[in-house]
């Protein structure tokens, strides 16, 4: 796996690119390099620049457990909050009243 100029990365396929070929492979990085895990005969178009940065970025930057705890807690804590907070703007939850 090679750094491109703009790219996440480049491997090598044989003597072929990868989208030469339509072949899509999945890798990860196992001990600091780069190693082909599988092919995708599932998918014939790669995924979203987007896609591939939020991936690479969770490779690079791995969440432990406690971050992702620390996380939910926080957004549950934020989102009942706010509700509270519509609670009180509103007179109280929403309820719906049924026509007799």
Same mark, same amino acid.
């Given at each position: 796996?090679?750094?491109?100029?703009?790219?996440l990365g480049k491997l090598k396929v044989g003597?072929?690119?990868?989208?030469?070929?339509?072949?899509?492979?999945?890798?990860?990085?196992?001990?600091?390099?780069?190693?082909?895990?599988?092919?995708?005969?599932?998918?014939?178009?790669?995924? /979203?620049?987007?896609?591939?940065?939020?991936?690479?970025? /969770?490779?690079?930057?791995?969440?432990?457990?406690?971050?992702?705890?620390?996380?939910?807690?926080?957004?549950?804590?934020?989102?009942?909050?706010?509700?509270?907070?519509?609670?009180?703007?509103?007179?109280?939850?929403?309820?719906?009243?049924?026509?007799?």
């Open positions: 796996m090679e750094q491109g100029k703009g790219n003597s072929r690119e990868p989208e030469e070929s339509h072949e899509w492979k999945t890798c990860g990085k196992w001990n600091g390099k780069w190693v082909f895990m599988r092919e995708r005969t599932d998918k014939s178009l790669p995924n /979203s620049l987007n896609t591939a940065r939020a991936v690479y970025n /969770s490779m690079i930057y791995p969440i432990d457990r406690n971050v992702l705890i620390d996380f939910v807690e926080q957004f549950c804590l934020r989102n009942r909050a706010l509700k509270r907070h519509g609670d009180v703007q509103h007179g109280g939850p929403d309820i719906k009243h049924s026509r007799t």
